[in-house]
Each structure stands twice: as structure tokens, then as C-alpha cells.
């Protein structure tokens, strides 16, 4: 699998100061798990050291400009970022991490000058990072700061590896069948997002008014990326916690069954992480060998090596 880096953040010599921008998590952890692919559209246009960049207002339009000899970049920079995307068109890429705060990376509340003032407000987003987001809208991307934060990660990878998912479901001529086993396998990773886009995608799926079948597998796709995008909360966690439980309902004794709701409550009130519940899960899962839960990708998202649920603040509570 292929993730787009800003190249300062694998520890690429590329910063205006000639530096490197090292983040030990994309260093360290993700490399095991991901090809990198790194960009970094200042480099390539200016080498480094260099200038720095800053973006400013001007005539209620955002540029790019140099801090010291005020040139105008801003083309130069949608140049290169435009180059850069059509190489990420071959590389299916299936996820993106972008350096924080930076007027080319940044993915939001980048500083945007007033012209010919030292006054700034947190609002802009980088120049290539822009040309990314409406290159490829659904691509999941964020930025390296924003990651430290083990709800943010966790939604994150769960959509990074739904998404390469589907695209390998895709590439691998769909049918009416595998349609049908891909939803299906999605059910509960989908319900802990929206349960309304799990029944819309299944109306899809359904296809009652009989369109041709690339048109459904063309509203799947979207309607699929669209669902991956929302962050789960821990009360659509909770519920789908909930209907899991009740596959064994019938099947687990008085006790035990005490013992799982006990369980899901305190997840529900952040004082064990959701992993704690899920192994409890899959003990259920396979000692009633109910296949069904086996293939849902809620329980198994990622690698497990990732342990990205092993921490409480993992899940929210919005
Ligand atoms: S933030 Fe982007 S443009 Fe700046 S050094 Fe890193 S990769 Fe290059």
C-alpha cells in the first residue's frame, strides 16, 4: 500500500532552512505497514535552502509569496502541485500525510498575511495541499500534528485501509454477488459512522429500479468514500456494540451475558478502550462460530499491530 508524504516528514533534507521536519510515528510506525511516496513542491521548484514562502491576501485572492523579496509564486507553486497530482494519479496512493502549517502542505489554519502587514489569521490551506483535495476529493488525508490526537488516527486508518479496500474490490470486475459480500462485510465498520449511509449504500446494493450495473457500482464507490469520510463517536460505537452483542444473546449465560453489557457500558463511559471489548467479542465469535461477524471489518480494520484502539481517547464521545 502507497501513502503520499510531505517529503520533510520521512526526514528529507527539503525545509527552507535546509532542515528536515522527522516524524517519528510516519517514520518509525508507518513505515512497516506502507510504501512512502514523497512531494515536496518547494524543493523541487527552489532546492533548499531557500527562501521562505508565506501566503498573503491580495486583491481578496490568496497568493503565495517569498517573505523577504515579495515575489509572487502562487503559479509557479500551482504548476508544480499540478505535476505532482498527475504523478499520484499512478501511483494509487491511499492515503496522504501533509506537513502542518506550511503555505504549500498545510491542510488547514495555515497563516494568511494581510498584504504588507505583519497581521495574520489561521485560515488558509496550502497550495498543494489544495490542488490534492480537489484533485482527489475523497482520498483520505491529514496532516502529521493532527495525528497525535488517537481519535483523529484511529478514524484516519480505518478509512485509509477501507478505502484501499474498495479499490482493490474494484479492480477486480465486480459482480452483483461480490457487491453484495463487500457490503456486507462493511455493515458494522459503516453503522459506527452513519447508520443512514449503511441503509442508503444498501439501497444501492438493492437496486430496485434495475440500472445498469456499472452505474450502480459508480454509486456505490461514491456513496461508499462519502461514508468512510465521517468519524466515528463513541454512542455509534456503543450501538453497534450493541447489535454485535446480540448475535450471543441467546447463546451466553446469565452471567456472562451481565459481564459483556458491563463491559460495553464502561467503554461507553471512556474507562476501558473499545480493544478490551472486541476481544471479548471475538472470544463469542468464535467459541459460537457465527461467520458472519468473523468477516466484519469493524472487528478487524487494520493490523492489529497498529493497537490503535488500545487507548481511550481512541474514540469520542460527539
Ligand atoms: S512542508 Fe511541504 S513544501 Fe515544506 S519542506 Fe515539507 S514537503 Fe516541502
Known amino acids: 500500500m502507497k501513502l503520499g508524504v510531505s517529503a520533510c516528514l520521512i526526514g528529507k533534507m527539503c525545509r527552507y532552512d535546509g532542515g528536515h521536519a522527522k516524524d517519528r510515528f510516519v517514520l518509525d510506525v508507518l513505515n512497516n505497514y506502507f510504501e512512502m511516496v514523497a512531494y515536496c513542491p518547494e524543493d523541487k521548484l527552489f532546492g533548499s535552502p531557500r527562501e521562505t514562502i508565506h501566503l498573503e491576501t491580495k486583491n481578496d485572492k490568496t497568493i503565495a509569496i517569498t517573505s523577504q523579496t515579495h515575489k509572487d509564486i502562487t ?39 494581510e498584504e504588507n502587514s505583519k ?52 479492480e477486480n470486475s465486480p459482480s452483483q454477488k461480490t457487491l453484495v459480500q463487500f457490503h456486507t462485510q462493511y455493515k458494522y465498520l459503516i453503522y459506527s459512522k452513519s447508520t443512514s449511509d449503511y441503509k442508503a449504500l444498501g439501497n444501492i446494493v438493492a437496486n430496485r429500479e434495475k440500472k445498469p450495473f456499472c452505474m450502480v457500482i459508480k454509486n456505490y464507490k461514491e456513496g461508499f468514500l462519502k461514508a468512510i469520510c465521517k468519524k466515528s463517536t463513541i454512542k455509534k460505537t456503543y450501538n453497534v456494540l450493541q447489535h454485535i452483542a446480540g448475535y ?16 460495553l457500558k464502561e467503554f461507553k463511559k471512556e474507562l476501558i478502550p473499545l480493544i478490551v471489548v472486541i476481544k471479548l467479542i471475538e472470544i463469542y465469535t468464535i467459541r459460537f462460530k457465527i461467520d458472519y461477524l468473523k468477516k466484519q471489518k469493524f472487528l478487524n480494520p487494520y493490523p492489529k499491530a497498529l493497537a490503535l484502539r488500545s487507548s481511550i481517547k481512541a474514540n469520542k464521545g460527539i
Not at 490534492?132 to 493532527?146: D, H, T
Open 75 to 113: 503559479q509557479e507553486l500551482k504548476a508544480v502541485s499540478k505535476t505532482y497530482t498527475n504523478h499520484m494519479d499512478n501511483e494509487n496512493l491511499c492515503g496522504f500525510i501533509l506537513k502542518s502549517k506550511s503555505p504549500s502542505c498545510g491542510l488547514e489554519r495555515v497563516k494568511v498575511y
Open 119 to 170: 497581521f495574520s489569521q489561521k485560515k488558509g490551506i496550502g497550495i498543494f495541499a489544495k490542488q490534492i483535495q480537489k484533485r482527489f476529493p475523497y482520498l483520505p488525508i491529514e496532516e502529521e500534528g493532527r495525528l497525535n490526537d488517537d481519535w483523529i488516527r484511529e478514524n484516519f486508518f480505518m478509512q485509509v485501509f477501507a478505502y484501499e479496500d474498495l479499490h482493490i474490490f474494484l
Open 248 to 263: 450471543f444473546k441467546k447463546e451466553i449465560t446469565k452471567e456472562e451475558k451481565t459481564h459483556l453489557h458491563e463491559a
